[in-house]
């Protein structure tokens, strides 16, 4: 692969990731979390290219093409994709203290955590603030514990105090992704799609009509309308797309290729700064160059 070839995927990935990330963290979802899943992904997708060339997976070379230890790739492969938290080389704040909050003595008792006031830096005997300051030094305590009671991971009891929701001797998170598939085939097919123009330097598949600030109270009309042209749209190209001249051959086995259209509208909430960068970076768009103006004889 070359350096530009690499560099092209690196500018869509960072994209990609930075639409994942707020919905990662909203979701309680850890970057470490999410690093197991992208690497086991990557070995999937290794062995899955090896497998089409009619050749073995191989730990080594998987190795090799992913960057992950040969001895962690024969476990990886075992499952479908997954976070899997006995991998994780270091937990966040958030986990070491759930974790201290089920194992310290000072913090649990008879088998349970503790029910702990917050409590702050003056406070003395066991609280929450003292929790972090020994099982994620160098965080500041208040972050953690409001991170803590946004994640669901404590339950205010009536008194003030807060109650670990979590129970003794969990294991760790090993969760199968779970997507609706053909909702995972339109962002496949969207991904593959743009990492195709990057690379290619052309916008062959991508075109973008237009995108305008809608006042809330008319945005279910603009809704309404564009998702009817869509339908329209996209009904009209799928009958030319079926027409019998496409029709692949008898002889045409191994020499095809497949073309989609896909359609869709977004949304997105702005904030006030974002409005103003929108108004200043929209242009609108042209469906093709402008008609020169005849001059009158």
Not at 84 to 105: F, M, N, Y
Request: positive net charge; contains cysteine; glycine residues 6%.
């Amino acid at each position: 692969m070359g350096a530009t070839s690499k560099l092209a995927a690196l500018a869509t990935a960072t994209a990609i990731f930075e639409t994942l990330a707020p919905h990662l963290i909203e979701s309680g979802v850890t970057s470490s979390e999410a690093v197991t899943l992208l690497r086991a992904v990557c070995v999937h997708a290794a062995a899955r290219s090896f497998a089409q060339h009619g050749r073995r997976p191989n730990a080594s070379q998987i190795s090799i093409k992913t960057g992950v230890d040969r001895h962690v790739i024969a476990d990886i492969l075992k499952t479908p994709p997954r976070v899997d938290g006995g991998l994780e080389t270091r937990r966040d704040a958030t986990s070491r203290v759930i974790a201290g909050w089920l194992s310290d003595p000072h913090y649990f008792k008879s088998g349970l955590p503790l029910a702990l006031p917050i409590g702050d830096r003056r406070s003395r005997g066991r609280t929450i603030w003292s929790l972090v300051e020994e099982h994620a030094p160098g965080v500041w305590p208040r972050l953690v514990i409001d991170e803590l009671i946004r994640l669901n991971l404590v339950v205010a009891l009536p008194d003030g105090r807060l109650r670990c929701a979590h129970k003794a001797n969990s294991k760790p998170v090993k969760a199968t992704a779970v997507v609706d598939e053909p909702s995972n085939q339109l962002l496949r097919d969207a991904i593959y799609s743009q990492l195709h123009d990057v690379k290619s330097g052309r916008p062959r598949s991508w075109r973008r009509a237009q995108s305008v600030q809608i006042p809330l109270d008319k945005v279910h009309l603009v809704r309404k309308m564009v998702r009817d042209r869509l339908d329209s749209a996209v009904s009209e190209l799928a009958d030319e797309l079926d027409s019998p001249r496409w029709k692949p051959g008898e002889d045409d086995l191994g020499r095809k290729t497949l073309i989609g259209i896909s359609a869709f509208s977004f949304e997105r909430a702005l904030s006030e700064s974002q409005r103003a960068d929108e108004n200043s970076n929209n242009l609108p768009s042209r469906r093709g160059p402008p008609r020169a103006r005849r001059r009158p004889k």
